[in-house]
């Protein structure tokens, strides 16, 4: 099955009136930047061939594409490649040699003034400036290009003999625990319910993708945002510890079941400089709702995913570029369940042997470990 990001391009049904990109002096933000490209430069109406594997000049060659001469030094790029050291590792070589390229290509291809390399820079130092040990914008804005879920999707497309796929994975976020505690099957992982909340019933199945069989003893790790849009440790004075997170081990045939919270969508930070990249490109700030999980066996390839509603409003526009079309939730209304829940869930995991990927590793760098 091909898995693909969702992408389309359908107009945003919530009013983003209230979206402020540069709020009144952040406190995070030492030299603030305003992003405003400048407009008096020509802008060709031609296509234009983005280099990928050449040298130099325009498309990686000494001639443009269409066979004319560049009016660019066509030996330049090398020439810079060429100053690396001959002791130069061969995967340093290949990292900076390709980003050298794509970088001078850019450069060519949009023919860059200096007004805007300068505030290039400039937004690059901003970046860096509002880090914080709680905060991370260079991640942030890795995740509004695309580049996070992009990389994910690199290091995580498994192949398997039969051609059966695993359950896809995506980004982490920043708010996983390592110490969320396990709890019994069938518990609830809302300490605090909020008056909006809709209780939800979460059952599925974590299987061996191969053989359709369930999968004992595997871990559904899961943690989600309350109605809010705060985590627990974001909130204190609404959520206790732990409070929306839970861990839960299958049973004999691979199940696992708990109640949670139908999730709520919710705008990332826009306090900082990439909201600024968002308000430049007519972007909102909205992630679309979403229910983290990690799952997890000794013997099988790990998931980490979102899962997200299959009406929310932001699919198609999330600003992590983080949803994919089989991660999709239905909610389904019940009555007169046992513990009072008015929603139903079904979703079933699939994982595959380690055997395809035996170095395979859960990234967890982006966890924010300086608030657990």
């Not at 079941?257 to 308000?279: M, Q």
Request: with cysteine; hydrophobic share 30%.
């Amino acid at each position: 099955m091909a898995l693909r990001f969702i992408r389309r391009s359908a107009p945003v049904s919530k009013n983003l009136s209230s979206y402020k990109c540069s709020p009144p002096s952040p406190p995070q933000r030492v030299v603030p930047v305003t992003l405003q490209i400048p407009s008096t430069k020509h802008i060709s109406t031609t296509s234009i061939t983005m280099a990928t594997n050449g040298t130099n000049g325009v498309n990686g060659h000494a001639n443009g594409a269409n066979g004319t001469k560049s009016k660019f030094d066509p030996n330049f790029t090398q020439h810079v490649i060429d100053l690396m050291s001959p002791e130069t590792k061969p995967r340093h070589r290949q990292v900076l040699g390709s980003l050298i390229k794509h970088l001078h290509d850019f450069c060519r291809d949009v023919e860059l003034t200096q007004e805007e390399w300068v505030l290039g820079v400039n937004y690059i130092n901003s970046i860096g400036q509002a880090y914080q040990k709680n905060r991370n914008e260079a991640w942030r804005v890795c995740d509004i290009l695309g580049i996070e879920s992009l990389v994910d999707e690199i290091n995580h497309t498994v192949e398997t003999e039969s051609g059966v796929t695993p359950t896809s994975s995506t980004i982490l976020g920043p708010f996983w625990s390592p110490e969320t505690p396990f709890r019994d099957l069938g518990a609830s992982v809302v300490q605090n319910m909020p008056k909006d909340g809709q209780l939800t019933y979460f059952h599925g199945v974590i299987k061996d993708a191969e053989t359709g069989k369930g999968i004992p003893d595997a871990v559904f790790d899961m943690w989600q945002a309350s109605t809010n849009g705060k985590y627990d440790v974001f909130d204190p004075e609404n959520q206790t510890r732990h409070n929306l997170r839970g861990k839960f081990k299958t049973d004999a045939e691979g199940k696992f079941y708990f109640y949670c919270l139908k999730p709520t969508e919710y705008a990332i930070d826009t306090s900082g400089p990439s909201a600024d990249l968002l308000k430049l490109m007519g972007r909102h700030p909205y992630r679309p709702a979403h229910i983290h999980m990690m799952v997890t066996h000794p013997d099988f390839i790990g998931v980490t995913a979102q899962l997200y509603p299959s009406d929310d409003p932001y699919l198609e526009t999330d600003t992590a570029c983080a949803v994919k079309d089989d991660l999709l939730l239905t909610f389904k209304p019940v009555q007169n369940e046992a513990k009072g829940a008015t929603l139903d869930v079904e979703y079933d995991v699939r994982l595959v042997s380690k055997k395809y990927k035996p170095d395979s590793q859960m990234l967890m760098q982006n966890a924010n470990q300086n608030k657990f």
